[in-house]
């Protein structure tokens, strides 16, 4: 993690001379340009085909590929980049959230207001639940970025002041917080709250996490096919997990167990 870069590369982008008229302005968003010019300066190394498709990134790491949502759009990719290289893929979690509001009519913002959400590494288990198969591939891994963000929001939901069911226009990233790295199997338990009971349940762990139930669920179902946490049984009709032993090499001993056989 390197802040000094982080602002670098914030500092750029905003102040670049192709965005004339403020934000939102290139096909890009600003969070998506900052990060990949924070992980790759050079613009050379940018916007490379590979097969059919362009990445984000390609330098000595190998492929970095920068999605802030739909990991499902990242399938096919995936199967083409995966076949050639290591691809890291990496996803911007807002820690702390600043929101602004827009008023489309007259274009006026609101003072910025602080989210009572904090963003965690968690986060990603319900878009990772959408790539699940390209997991165990030991090219793959993941980097998942924390940062400060101001977020913009258009005043046209349905509800009466306008705010539910509203379209995001832009968010700006204004500080670094931290970045998770998930390099091997072991380090999925990077992605299991302290919280929970031993053993525990989807309920508990989407209180530990600070997920929804169904959320939770999706999340424990990747954790346990990673070999993250093991099922040990069912209270109710829910499954019961623990922790998974891990050991060096960097597979868990249920799945070292698993390829033995």
Same mark, same amino acid.
Not at 17 to 44: M, Q, R, W
Not at 252 to 259: C, D, N, R, T
């Given at each position: 993690?390197?802040?000094?870069?982080?602002?670098?590369?914030?500092?750029?982008?905003?102040?670049?001379?192709?965005?004339?008229?403020?934000?939102?302005?290139?096909?890009?968003?600003?969070?998506?340009?900052?990060?990949?010019?924070?992980?790759?300066?050079?613009?050379?190394?940018?916007?490379? +085909?590979? &097969? #059919?498709?362009?990445?984000?990134?390609?330098?000595?790491?190998? /492929?970095? !590929? $920068?999605?802030?949502?739909?990991? @499902?759009?990242?399938?096919?990719?995936?199967?083409?980049?995966?076949?050639?290289?290591?691809?890291?893929?990496?996803?911007?979690?807002?820690?702390?959230?600043?929101?602004?509001?827009?008023?489309?009519?007259?274009?006026?913002?609101?003072?910025?207001?602080?989210?009572?959400?904090?963003?965690?590494?968690?986060?990603?288990?319900?878009?990772?639940?959408?790539?699940?198969?390209?997991?165990?591939?030991?090219?793959?891994?993941?980097?998942?970025?924390?940062?400060?963000?101001?977020?913009?929001?258009?005043?046209?939901?349905?509800?009466?002041?306008? +705010?539910? &069911? #509203?379209?995001?226009?832009?968010?700006?990233?204004?500080?670094? /917080?931290? !970045? $998770?790295?998930?390099?091997?199997? @072991?380090?999925?338990?990077?992605?299991?709250?302290?919280?929970?009971?031993?053993?525990?349940?989807?309920?508990?762990?989407?209180?530990?996490?600070?997920?929804?139930?169904?959320?939770?669920?999706?999340?424990?179902?990747?954790?346990?096919?990673?070999?993250?946490?093991?099922?040990?049984?069912?209270?109710?009709?829910?499954?019961?997990?623990?922790?998974?032993?891990?050991?060096?090499?960097?597979?868990?001993?249920?799945?070292?167990?698993?390829?033995?056989?």
């Amino acid at each position: 993690m390197n802040r000094s870069l982080f602002e670098q590369a914030c500092g750029k982008v905003l102040n670049s001379e192709s965005k004339p008229n403020g934000i939102g302005t290139l096909g890009e968003k600003t969070l998506h340009a900052v990060i990949k010019n924070y992980f790759e300066p050079d613009p050379a190394k940018h916007e490379i +085909k590979i &097969g #059919s498709y362009i990445a984000d990134i390609v330098n000595d790491q190998g /492929i970095l !590929e $920068v999605q802030t949502r739909q990991f @499902n759009k990242l399938r096919n990719k995936l199967e083409v980049f995966l076949s050639v290289s290591d691809v890291t893929v990496i996803y911007p979690v807002a820690h702390t959230k600043w929101l602004i509001w827009i008023d489309e009519q007259t274009g006026e913002t609101t003072k910025k207001r602080k989210s009572p959400k904090t963003g965690q590494p968690y986060d990603i288990l319900f878009e990772l639940y959408k790539i699940k198969n390209f997991l165990p591939n030991p090219r793959l891994k993941l980097c998942i970025v924390l940062l400060d963000v101001e977020e913009y929001r258009f005043l046209n939901g349905w509800s009466q002041d306008k +705010k539910k &069911g #509203s379209s995001r226009y832009e968010r700006i990233p204004t500080g670094l /917080i931290d !970045e $998770v790295s998930i390099n091997n199997r @072991n380090d999925y338990s990077k992605l299991i709250p302290e919280g929970p009971a031993k053993p525990f349940t989807s309920k508990e762990f989407a209180k530990s996490a600070g997920l929804s139930l169904s959320t939770s669920q999706a999340a424990l179902n990747v954790l346990n096919f990673v070999g993250a946490v093991t099922r040990t049984g069912k209270i109710g009709n829910r499954y019961v997990y623990e922790r998974t032993l891990n050991k060096p090499n960097g597979l868990p001993l249920s799945v070292q167990h698993e390829i033995k056989e």
